[in-house]
Nanobody, 126 residues
Framework: VQLQASGGGLVQPGGSLRLSCEAS???????????MGWYRQAPGKQRELVAT???????HYADSVKGRFAISRDNAKNTMYLQMNSLKPEDTAVYSC??????????????????WGQGTLVTVSS
């Protein structure tokens, strides 16, 4: 299973960006995706949780992004989004996504695990 994160870039303070994270399988056919989440790691800091979303749409946000960020998902497309508004310089970080995936291998064996995508860099600067 591969997770592809995209949408990062350079934006001025107060601006907006929308990140996407698409899950796809080659040797594993995705049957169901449960919890999905966005994390970020700023230079010199530990990785921190940004937001999570369950399969039924229940969301959770870090206090630092509440009211500014919105997480959503399109189950038909195996894709999760993060709409980021009112961006601040302290939001600058590499944003990564993960997902709890249940799938079937080519030999029809069940496979379950937490998968991570590569990061996408968000820079908030004037």
């Amino acid at each position: 299973v591969q997770l592809q994160a995209s949408g990062g870039g350079l934006v001025q303070p107060g601006g907006s960006l929308r990140l996407s994270c698409e899950a796809s399988g080659t040797s594993i056919r995705i049957v169901r995706i449960d919890n999905m989440g966005w994390y970020r790691q700023a230079p010199g800091k530990q990785r921190e949780l940004v937001a999570t979303i369950s399969s039924d749409g229940t969301t959770h946000y870090a206090d630092s992004v509440k009211g500014r960020f919105a997480i959503s998902r399109d189950n038909a497309k195996n894709t999760m989004y993060l709409q980021m508004n009112s961006l601040k310089p302290e939001d600058t970080a590499v944003y990564s996504c993960n997902a709890d995936v249940l799938g079937l291998s080519n030999t029809e064996e069940w496979v379950a695990g937490k998968y991570w995508g590569q990061g996408t860099l968000v820079t908030v600067s004037s």
